[in-house]
């Protein structure tokens, strides 16, 4: 019987590979692992929770014996943190191949993270675009680095509200969330631009899983109370959600896939991008707006205090 479409089985071997993962511990994050990790990769685990990254990769060292996974704490809402783990990494790894940019937060009331940031902004996109920042001349030294961050559908119905960037005034959980998943692929598109100009041996792409069966539908309307979301959230995942592996795939074929270019955008195949295998997608007008890419950039290197030198 003939296989359709890209899967898990096309990664190449991962062998003598250094990807780091953030979020790794579950969901996609956990399903990426677990496929890189197989395939030979050292999997540096960017997770906030120590004690759930631990269960993962016993989790994972149970199915992959002689899998190599070093966990590393990661806390992206606050960039003491970000700044602390890009130290160590840099100190104990002279090599990096791949950063996937996976962690993120999905539809919470409003809060904001040590540094003052909203939430959901400041951990989907400012710490990413600090933690990619730190690494990045790392990344340039394989001759074939790659980041890939990991967006969302949801971009689609997101503004970047330069006005009120930090949503101090009418925050909404959704316009929150669908301002940072936008912002995401702001930013893998600006990078893109910016390694192509400096000549820099480094591709950046995007991916987003579609609609994927993970513990993050559940955490924002378990934290605002919202019973009637929640439900919605468990009935689509059991009527519309792929599995968490199929979610993977887009993050995955981004990542490994020898023909995969800088800029590209990966997402299901199928109807509404919801499901499918992994194909080239692609994102609305306001995700390829280079001038709020570009003002984005600017105050994320203002903001982060972490300039590219691009």
Excluded at 137 to 145: A, F, N, P, V
Excluded at 162 to 187: R, T, V
């Amino acid at each position: 019987m003939t296989r359709k479409g890209w899967s898990s089985a096309d990664v190449p071997d991962q062998t003598g590979r250094t990807v780091i993962i953030t979020g790794a511990n579950s969901g996609l994050g956990l399903e990426t692992t677990k496929v890189l990790a197989g395939n030979g990769a050292t999997v540096v685990m960017a997770c906030r929770s120590l004690d759930k990254a631990e269960a993962a990769k016993q989790q994972i060292l149970a199915a992959h014996p002689e899998a190599t996974l070093d966990v590393r704490k990661l806390d992206l809402a606050d960039l003491s943190s970000v700044r602390a783990f890009a130290e160590g990494v840099l100190e104990a790894y002279p090599v990096i191949d791949l950063l996937i940019n996976n962690a993120g937060i999905m539809a919470i009331p409003r809060s904001e993270t040590v540094d003052g940031f909203e939430m959901q902004l400041g951990t989907n996109h400012f710490g990413h675009f600090a933690l990619t920042g730190l690494l990045l001349e790392r990344l340039s030294e394989t001759g074939q680095g790659r980041v890939v961050t990991v967006s969302s559908a949801a971009h689609k119905m997101g503004r970047m509200h330069f006005d009120d960037l930090q949503l101090s005034q009418g925050y909404g959980e959704w316009k929150a969330y669908g301002q940072s998943k936008l912002a995401n692929l702001l930013f893998a598109f600006e990078l893109d631009r910016r390694l192509r100009a400096a000549d820099r041996p480094i591709k950046s792409l995007a991916a987003h899983p579609g609609y994927s069966d993970t513990n993050l539908q559940s955490v924002g309307p378990k934290k605002s109370g919202n019973k009637l979301m929640g439900a919605i959230m468990k009935l689509g995942n059991s009527v519309m959600a792929q599995d968490a592996d199929r979610g993977a795939l887009p993050s995955l074929r981004a990542a490994t896939d020898p023909s995969a270019d800088g800029g590209q955008y990966y997402g299901p195949g199928g109807l509404f991008e919801v499901a499918g295998p992994p194909v080239v997608v692609e994102a609305n007008d306001h995700a390829k707006d280079a001038g709020d890419a570009t003002r984005l950039w600017e105050i994320s290197e203002e903001l982060t205090g972490v300039r590219y030198g691009l």
